[in-house]
C-alpha cells in the first residue's frame, strides 16, 4: 500500500511490510519512541529469534508493518504469533501489538494507514486494548469488540490499600455511592488502617475456608516451569472445558513467561499425587510502580492453566498465589479472565469484581469453517494474553 504523494513534491509515504534490510531505518525509531539502545543489529537478531519461535507461520519473522519517508521510519505495528483452539483443533493466528508513531506525526492518518496494510495481510488477529482511540481504530478495520475482559482484585494487605486507594485516578468512580463515601470517610478519619486490618482477617480466614475442597493437592511456588511435556499434558486435559483460547502448551507457556534474574514472573504450580493439574503466572509489582495506585504494589496473575471442571485446582492455584503475593511484599493481586467458571473461583476466594480496561478485539476473514467464540465468555483470555500485563 502507498499513499499518495504529500503537497509540495514532498517524498512519498510508503508502507511497507519491514524486511532486516529496513533494520537501520527500524533501529532509529526504536530509539526515538522506546528503546535507546537499539541498533540495526539487535533488530535483524530480534527478527530471527522471533522467527525461530513463530507457531503461527514457522521460520517467518512475525509481519511488521512500518511507514517510511526518505528513508525515515515515522510509523510502525507488529504482531506476536499464537494459535488458537476453537474446541477441536487450532489454527494460526496472530496478536496485534505495538502500534506506534513519531510525537509529531500522531492524530492523523499515519496509525490507521499501518494498521490497514496489517489487517489485509493476516486472516485471522485479536488485539487487545484499553484507550478508546485504539478500539475505535480496531473497529473501523473490521474487528468486532467482544467487550472488557474482567478485572478482579484481592487485597492482601487491605490496610495499606485503603489508606492510599484514589477511585478516581483508577476510573473506579462506578462503584456504589455508599461505598465511595465510607472509603473516603475512612481516609479522612484514620480509620483505613484499622478496618483494613480486620477486614484483612475475615478475607484471609474466609479465603482459607474456601479451600478446603483443595485438601490432597500440593499447591506451591516453583523454582523454574514445568518440564514441556508436562505442561502439553496439562493443556491437553484443560482444553476439552474451553471453547476458543491461544493454545497454551508447553512451547507457549514457557517461551512467553521465561524465567531468569530479570524476569518478573514468578510460577505456581498444582499436583495431585504428583501429577501436574495446574498452573499459574504471577507477574511480580513494577519496580517503578503506577503514579495512580499511590505507593500500592499490585502483583498480577497474568495466566492460569487447568481443568475448569475441577474448581478445586483454580482454589489452591490462588491460594499458591497468594502465599507468593505476600512473600514478594505485595499490597494486592490483580486477576483478569474471560471464563465464567474462573469467575466463580475467584469469587470464592475474595477477589472483587472491579469492572474491566482491557477489551478484546477479534477479525477473521480466513474463509475458513472455525469454531472460535462469537462471544467473550466462549474465550479464555488472561492479561497475559497478546502482552497485556504490560499495562495496568
Known amino acids: 500500500m502507498n499513499a499518495p504523494r504529500t503537497s509540495g513534491g514532498a517524498a512519498r509515504l510508503e508502507i511497507v511490510e519491514a524486511t532486516d534490510e529496513h533494520a537501520a531505518e527500524v533501529a532509529e525509531f526504536i530509539r526515538a519512541v522506546w528503546n535507546p539502545s537499539a541498533t540495526a543489529a539487535s533488530v535483524i537478531a530480534s527478527r530471527s529469534t522471533a522467527a525461530a519461535r513463530n507457531v503461527a507461520e514457522p521460520g517467518v519473522p512475525p509481519p511488521t508493518w512500518i511507514a517510511r519517508q526518505a528513508g525515515r521510519v515515522l510509523g510502525y505495528v507488529t504482531t506476536i504469533p499464537v494459535r488458537f483452539w476453537d474446541g477441536e483443533r487450532s489454527w494460526p493466528a496472530y496478536w496485534i501489538k505495538g502500534l506506534m508513531v513519531l510525537p509529531e506525526y500522531r492524530n492523523g492518518p499515519i496509525g490507521y494507514a499501518v494498521m490497514k496494510a496489517a489487517v489485509g495481510r493476516l486472516p485471522r488477529s485479536g488485539g487487545l486494548a484499553v484507550a478508546s482511540p485504539a478500539r475505535r481504530l480496531f473497529v473501523a478495520l473490521g474487528y468486532t469488540d ?39 470517610l475512612a ?4 480509620a483505613a488502617s484499622a478496618l483494613g486490618w480486620l477486614g484483612g482477617v475475615f478475607l484471609r480466614a474466609i479465603a482459607a475456608a474456601g479451600r478446603l475442597r483443595a485438601a490432597g493437592l500440593l499447591a506451591q511456588e516453583l523454582d523454574e516451569p514445568p518440564a514441556a511435556a508436562e505442561l502439553d499434558v496439562l493443556w491437553q486435559v484443560s482444553r476439552t472445558g474451553t471453547a476458543s483460547a491461544v493454545v497454551r502448551d508447553g512451547r507457549y507457556l514457557r517461551e512467553r513467561y521465561e524465567t531468569g534474574p530479570s524476569s518478573p514472573y514468578r510460577w505456581i504450580g498444582v499436583r495431585r499425587a504428583g501429577a501436574l493439574v495446574g498452573v499459574g503466572v504471577v507477574r511480580q509489582p513494577r519496580p517503578d510502580g503506577d503514579p495512580r495506585l499511590r505507593g500500592i504494589q499490585l502483583a498480577t496473575l497474568v495466566d492460569l492453566v487447568y481443568d475448569s471442571a475441577e474448581p478445586a485446582t483454580g482454589l489452591a492455584l490462588l491460594g499458591a498465589a497468594e502465599r507468593l503475593a505476600r512473600r514478594i511484599g505485595a499490597d494486592a493481586v490483580l486477576a483478569t479472565c474471560s ?17 474491566g480496561n482491557v477489551h478484546f478485539l477479534f477479525r477473521d476473514v480466513a474463509g475458513d469453517t472455525t469454531r472460535l467464540g462469537p462471544r467473550l465468555a466462549d474465550w479464555w483470555l488472561t492479561r497475559g494474553d497478546g502482552q497485556a500485563d504490560e499495562v495496568f
Open 146 to 184: 467482544l467487550g472488557a475482559v474482567r478485572n478482579w482484585i484481592r487485597a492482601i494487605a487491605p490496610g495499606r490499600v485503603l489508606r492510599r486507594l484514589d477511585l478516581a485516578a483508577l476510573g473506579l468512580q462506578n462503584l456504589p455511592r455508599w461505598a465511595q463515601g465510607a472509603l473516603k
Open 187 to 190: 481516609q479522612a478519619t484514620g
Open 339 to 355: 471464563a465464567p467458571a474462573v469467575a466463580g473461583v475467584l469469587r470464592r476466594q475474595c477477589y472483587l469484581p472491579i469492572g
